[in-house]
Antibody, heavy 121, light 107 residues
């Protein structure tokens, strides 16, 4: 079955960096567009970034552009989110999510369990 | 990117029909999607491309679209449907957006 498992979260000081990973299994990872979505405590869902199936195209939300970098290693079935210059506003649970196929469309059909990132001194 | 607006909360009694709206200027040109999120859990896709239901989602969940508003309808609401619901759409610029979210309370 499809599984997405995030890792790499934790507590980090403002201005520092953190890298999240998302290991995929149960499907052909290299065939799918992948995303990161986050949710601040008590708040709604916020889309963060997307990467094409081959890793050549990436788009970011304005709130993270220039600070976050998305990448993937299709040989390892793993998605990465490098987060630099972190601030308190980046405190959230981060979900990796798979974009649906052409039938499902530009939605998120499978999600990881989420990884908490806390930015605090 | 465009914005999607939802009512903060909707309340219904068990067995009644809940309707959750999502408004956005781009919706006539873009598909909308709906997610259910229960506390401490990842969201689950319940409606895709405005009206279609993924396998495994109960038939009481349905979606509709009219102009700049899409609607998620839950017929015969059950206690287990109490959750937060989010609409979502994609922009032509390659970005994606979620609605503001609606808390559904089953009285």
């Amino acid at each position: 079955q499809v599984k997405l498992v995030e890792s790499g979260g934790g507590v980090v000081q403002p201005g520092k960096s953190l890298r999240l990973s998302c290991e995929a299994s149960g499907f052909i990872f290299s065939n799918y567009i992948m995303h990161w979505v986050r949710q601040a405590p008590g708040k709604g869902l916020e889309w963060v970034a997307v990467i094409s199936d081959d890793g050549t195209k990436k788009f970011y939300a304005d709130s993270v552009k220039g600070r976050f970098t998305l990448s993937r290693d299709n040989s390892k079935n793993t998605l990465y989110l490098q987060m630099d210059s972190l601030s308190g506003e980046d405190t959230a649970v981060y979900f990796c999510a798979r974009e649906g196929d052409i039938v499902i469309g530009t939605s998120f059909d499978f999600w990881g369990q989420g990884m908490r990132v806390t930015v605090s001194s | 990117s465009h914005e999607l607006t939802q009512p903060p909360s909707v309340s219904v009694s068990p067995g009644q029909t809940a309707r959750i709206t999502c408004s956005g200027d781009a919706l006539p040109k873009r598909y909308a999607y709906w997610y259910q999120q229960k506390p401490g859990q990842a969201p689950v896709l319940v409606i895709y491309k405005d009206t279609d239901r993924p396998s495994g989602i109960p038939e009481r969940f349905s979606g509709s679209s009219s102009g700049t508003t899409v609607t998620l309808t839950i017929s015969g609401v059950q206690a287990e449907d109490e959750a937060d619901y989010y609409c979502q759409s994609a922009d032509t610029s390659g970005t994606y957006v979620f609605g503001t979210g609606t808390m559904l309370t089953v009285l």
